[in-house]
């Protein structure tokens, strides 16, 4: 997993007034857990927009006042009006730990049932995963080149080594619906069958008379 540098500073003073005062000169207060005990520091709105501004997913190389820690961003609150970030939480990884964290879907291909007037849904973007850090990958790909109409990929389907998914298995991912248009058409294809046959029976009937 590609990771990012994130520089800090460590809080002086804490308390609402002080959070206040941080927001006021564009940074965000800020913690680190997964230690012997929690680390408050505060982060420049700057430093966080190329983490939090993306879909991908990051290994933070944590920098606070020159110690470097390795974490991921565990949480993050945004201010309900003003796009602020009100706090934001991490945790300490270590290399011989696995570490919970969402991973994003990449689908790949095109699948079959597209070609005969299928949609394809994706119903989760992200899967939830535990892995030690090395293990970690940027993305999770699915392909599906060969999923028809009324097929899906599930939780169930994939197996990543190094990898546990602890979405559950029958969740579906991504899969290949039919149209409005295509059952439609699938419906008008049936009715002019049925009529053909109908009329072949009476073509029939009035040969025999």
Known sequence: MKSVVIKGELRSSLGKKDSKKLRAEEKAPAVLYGGESPIHFAVSFAELRQLVYTPNVYLIDLDIDGTVHKAIMQDIQWHPVDEMVLHIDFLEIKDDKPVKINIPVKIGGFAKGLRKGGK???TLRRLSVRALAEKLPDTIDIDVTKLDIGQSIKVADLNIEGIELLDPKSNVIVGVGITRAARSAAGAAD???????????????????
């Open 191 to 209: 009715e002019d069958e049925e009529e053909e046959g109908e009329e072949g029976a009476e073509a029939s009937e009035s040969s025999e008379e």
């Open 120 to 122: 394809l849904n994706t």
